[in-house]
């Protein structure tokens, strides 16, 4: 699973790196300890804001967003029901109601500088690890986001990140879930809205993820990353166990 990660790139490096065409004015913010119901970027395929399609035209480009991560569906009555769908498993995502509309048409990525995973221990207690690419590029998270409209009628962009199991070796000595990476020469492919998602489209790119694990690194990290009140870049400093 994926419940904490972090994003240390501001969004001119996020949207370089990802070819995007149009940045949200609001910028990412640096931080060490994402947590769920926070805000985290996104980068989509669609359509440019309304005021905007003279720039860009009326097909769909790639924009750099910001979301609340855990998905709140357009059915829901208030957004708290995202705070249960920050994960979403590749397996089932496809049938759920919370997430099947937006496997359809509305998938993104979600990038970051790499995410912390706790190992149960003997005695019941966690060790965490920090995970990120072996040659310090950019992780890419396959997510799914959505539009809800609250009574009030403000709009909520919300996000979910898929898992899946581990493949097999470091990943799945540290958890039994992991989340699903995308390759970067599979990130068009991924975001394509011109193509229907469906539970094949979704186990394939789940699929190819063990490849992209194979590349990552991870060790131990101090445990006050369990506190989301910390916050800093030490939390990524490897620790002797």
């Known amino acids: 699973m994926c419940g904490r990660f972090v994003v240390a790139r501001a969004s001119a490096d996020l949207a370089a790196d990802l070819e995007v ?9 640096e931080s060490y300890n994402v947590a769920p119901t926070t805000r985290i970027p996104i980068v989509v395929e669609a359509a440019a804001p309304a005021e905007e399609v003279d720039e860009y035209g009326p097909e769909p480009i790639r924009r750099l967003e910001l979301a609340r991560w855990g998905l709140v569906p357009t059915w829901a009555k208030d957004e708290s029901v995202g705070v249960r769908a920050f ?11 919370t997430f099947r509309a937006s496997v359809k048409k509305r998938r993104g990525v979600i990038p970051a500088d790499g995410y912390y995973e706790w190992q149960k221990l003997a005695g019941g207690t966690k060790q965490p690890y920090f995970i ?8 890419l998270f396959a997510g799914l ?8 009628g403000e709009w909520l962009l919300s996000a979910t990140i898929l898992t899946r199991d581990s493949a097999p070796g470091p990943m799945a000595e540290l958890h039994d879930r992991m ?6 020469t599979d990130v068009a492919e991924w975001l394509d809205p011109t193509v229907d998602g469906n539970a094949d489209l979704i ?9 992209v694990a194979e590349r990552l690194e991870h060790y131990p990290v101090d445990r006050r990353v369990g506190n989301v009140r910390e916050n800093d870049a030490a939390l990524i400093e490897p620790i002797e166990l």
């Open 21 to 29: 065409d149009r940045v949200s004015d609001e910028p990412v913010r």
């Open 87 to 97: 994960n979403a498993r590749s397996e089932t995502a496809a049938t759920k109601p």
């Open 203 to 211: 186990l394939d790119f789940a699929d190819r993820s063990a490849t």
């Open 145 to 152: 986001y959505e539009w809800w409209r609250a009574p009030d």
């Open 179 to 184: 989340p699903v990476f995308l390759d970067r």
């Open 132 to 139: 990120r690419p072996a040659d310090g590029s950019l992780m």
